[in-house]
T-cell receptor
């Protein structure tokens, strides 16, 4: 069965420091991987996706993610965090056969000024 | 291009009542998915409709149902409401056809409070 794990409920980082939000996955076949962000009382917004190609994927708002097939990971990164990046982040995998998306439990990012 | 529109944004019901939520997808998107989000359970998949047919279903009781119309608009219904149904209900649309690997586009959600 396909699954996604976000091992950290919350990540704290100081403004200006690099940030990493972790995600590991388990799929059969090629993974379609996504990151979404949710601000308070809003829906989820797409950040980036990995389908194929370069292992480093660049997305919106300066975020990027690194796909690592051997470690089955897709960690979200940003070189310099902003207070405005504070939000809830979800990793997701899409089943290539059923088109069903499976979301992780979410990681709350807090960027401290 | 208009985004995903969900109505109503907020509603309050009492136990035992039923509720219908509406979702208008992005023009051209034929797939509509519904999710329930609660602080304790995170984001839970309810069901997905594609071209008026339910294509995927999550693990929710039969009180939760949905449908999709020919114009791709979708509704979900919850009957005999329970306190635990209080949640943010999110709708998402996507192209999701063939080899398309498009992402989901979410609405702002409908926040249901059951008293």
């Amino acid at each position: 069965a396909q699954s996604v794990a976000q091992p950290e409920d919350q990540v704290n980082v100081a403004e200006g420091n690099p940030l990493t939000v972790k995600c590991t996955y388990s799929v059969s076949g090629n993974p379609y991987l996504f990151w979404y962000v949710q601000y308070p009382n809003r829906g989820l917004q797409f950040l980036l996706k990995y389908i194929t190609g370069d292992n480093l994927v660049k997305g919106s708002y300066g975020f990027e993610a690194e796909f690592n097939k051997s470690q089955t990971s897709f960690h979200l990164k940003k070189p310099s965090a902003l207070v405005s990046d504070s939000a809830l982040y979800f990793c997701a995998v899409r089943d290539s056969g059923t088109y069903k998306y499976i979301f992780g439990t979410g990681t709350r990012l807090k960027v401290l000024a | 291009k208009a985004g995903v529109t969900q109505t109503p944004r907020y509603l309050i019901k009492t136990r035992g009542q039923q509720v219908t939520l509406s979702c208008s997808p992005i023009s051209g998107h034929r797939s509509v998915s519904w999710y329930q989000q609660t602080p304790g359970q995170g984001l839970q998949f309810l069901f997905e409709y594609f071209s008026e047919t339910q294509r995927n279903k999550g693990n929710f009781p039969g009180r939760f149902s949905g449908r999709q119309f020919s114009n791709s608009r979708s509704e979900m219904n919850v009957s005999t409401l329970e306190l635990g149904d209080s949640a943010l209900y999110l709708c998402a649309s996507s192209l999701a056809t063939g080899t398309n690997t498009g992402e989901l586009f979410f609405g702002e959600g409908s926040r249901l409070t059951v008293l």
